[in-house]
């Protein structure tokens, strides 16, 4: 069994910071450029799966959080079994209908289902899935109860004098427990799949390294959840603008979010990850 591993203590202050956030996005960067097809793919597969979920009635959404973590599991399982170092350059193949479809949407689709081939991994992240879900779940009954919704629509249906004072103090309560359980959830993937943590010590885990590096941690996720914001708005506004933001902004967003973690996380769990290269 493994024992727990502590975080590398990350620089806290001022442009040390910033440096350290923008090198994890640079690494992760580097990630999906390197292999564009298949983190863009992904991203398509994953999206068109989203969709399709969100149309099934009241269960869309809940389905989508439950197996949301095991994807991302296979992407961060999938990264590790890389080589460390420049990968070889791919030879070059004509470019055909078939070609494009299996580069596209046949590889990425098979590597999101990747974790479920092992054995050892595959029950870590189910009920992985399954915690999450019921967190969210928890998370949402106090957003209804609170404000009726989420933040955004708490920001709408706000009005005067009393009723005002009190949306906005649930706002802030539903806001609190959102920052918590995205605190707790970000490592939560990699420390279950890649570091053998069972799911509720790994969110645990994941809380304590966020809370270690608050900083760190905050300029890294702002800048991607500024993004979720602006899209979260637009869908409250208009369903195509949503639609529309989701597409140009939210498309390259994810994947190089995803990468970025696992940058991050490589970085922040050292003895797990050797060779590092930054």
């Known amino acids: 069994m493994n024992e727990p591993l502590s975080p590398v203590e990350e620089p806290r202050r001022g442009n040390s910071v910033l440096r350290q ?11 999906v450029l390197a292999q564009k097809s ?10 068109a799966l989203g969709f399709l979920l969100t149309l099934i009635p009241f269960m869309g959404h809940l389905l989508l959080i439950l197996v949301s973590p095991m994807l991302v599991a296979s992407v961060f399982w999938g990264r590790a079994q890389e080589p460390q170092g420049p990968s070889p350059a791919p030879m070059a ?6 070609s494009v479809l299996q580069t596209w949407i046949a590889q990425p689709a098979q590597e999101l289902m990747r974790i479920f081939t092992q054995e050892n991994k595959m029950f ?11 967190l969210v779940v928890l998370v949402k009954i106090f957003s209804y109860l609170l404000i009726g919704g989420s933040v955004v ?4 249906a706000a009005q005067s004098g009393f009723t005002q004072f009190t949306t906005l103090l649930g706002m802030l309560l539903v806001a609190g427990l959102s920052v918590l359980l995205a605190m707790g959830l970000l490592y939560s993937v990699p420390l279950t799949v890649l570091g053998n943590r069972q799911p509720l ?23 991607f959840f500024l993004f979720y ?6 869908f409250a506004k208009s369903v195509w603008l949503g639609y529309l933001l989701l597409i140009s902004l939210g498309f390259p967003a994810l994947p190089l979010f995803i990468a970025a973690i696992y940058c991050s996380y490589r ?3 050292p003895p797990e990850f050797p060779t590092i290269h930054p």
């Open 201 to 223: 010590d790994a969110i645990a885990e994941s809380f304590t390294t966020c809370r270690e590096n608050a900083q760190t941690q905050l300029a890294l996720v702002l800048p």
């Open 124 to 134: 870590g992240a189910v009920l992985l899935g399954i915690v999450t879900l019921g």
């Open 38 to 47: 298949l983190w863009f793919g992904m991203t398509l597969v994953y999206f």
């Open 229 to 234: 914001l602006i899209i979260m708005v637009a």
């Open 153 to 156: 629509s708490g920001l709408t």
């Open 21 to 31: 956030a923008g090198s994890w996005i640079a690494c992760g960067a580097r990630l």
């Open 93 to 98: 193949q004509p470019v055909s209908f078939p």
């Open 267 to 269: 970085k922040l769990y």
